[in-house]
């Protein structure tokens, strides 16, 4: 488990814009090897793209139609060509008996990376409090 970060005032927390979307297309980003190009429903009229580097954990076939928590209110970025306009949230954490490279970093098959998804469908778009 890595060490908790300081704290942080409420009014900080609270500008964050979580929200509900489903995944309706998910597949491999065409310039990078480790980012999967998500397109979501985010309860608006003309979703968003996000690029989220989940592609070692994740084929993007099993992701399509699961719906997941996302920060909405991110500035977009571009990431290798692909606009990015928020974030999918995911845990991690490593499996047991991982051991660093020499380098100190743990590859990507030492860890485990689940995406957070709900367990009863809402709208997309629904606020995460």
């Given at each position: 488990m890595?060490?908790?970060?300081?704290?942080i005032a409420?009014?900080?927390?609270?500008?964050?814009?979580?929200?509900?979307a489903t995944?309706?297309?998910?597949?491999?980003?065409?310039?990078?090897?480790?980012?999967?190009k998500?397109?979501?429903?985010?309860?608006?009229?003309?979703?968003?793209?996000?690029?989220?580097?989940?592609?070692?954990w994740?084929?993007?076939?099993?992701?399509?139609?699961?719906q997941?928590i996302?920060?909405?209110?991110l500035?977009?970025?571009?990431?290798?060509?692909?606009?990015?306009?928020?974030?999918?949230?995911?845990?991690?954490?490593?499996k047991?008996?991982?051991?660093?490279?020499?380098?100190?970093?743990?590859?990507?098959?030492a860890?485990?990376?689940i995406?957070?998804?709900?367990d009863?469908?809402v709208?997309?778009?629904?606020k995460v409090?």
């Amino acid at each position: 488990m890595s060490e908790p970060l300081p704290n942080i005032a409420y009014d900080l927390f609270a500008k964050l814009d979580l929200r509900v979307a489903t995944i309706r297309s998910a597949e491999p980003h065409p310039n990078a090897d480790k980012l999967l190009k998500l397109k979501l429903d985010d309860g608006t009229p003309e979703g968003r793209q996000v690029c989220a580097g989940i592609k070692a954990w994740y084929d993007p076939t099993t992701l399509v139609g699961k719906q997941v928590i996302i920060v909405a209110n991110l500035e977009p970025r571009t990431l290798r060509g692909e606009v990015s306009a928020g974030m999918v949230l995911a845990a991690s954490d490593l499996k047991d008996g991982a051991t660093p490279g020499a380098d100190g970093k743990f590859a990507d098959d030492a860890r485990n990376v689940i995406v957070l998804t709900l367990d009863k469908p809402v709208k997309p778009g629904s606020k995460v409090s």
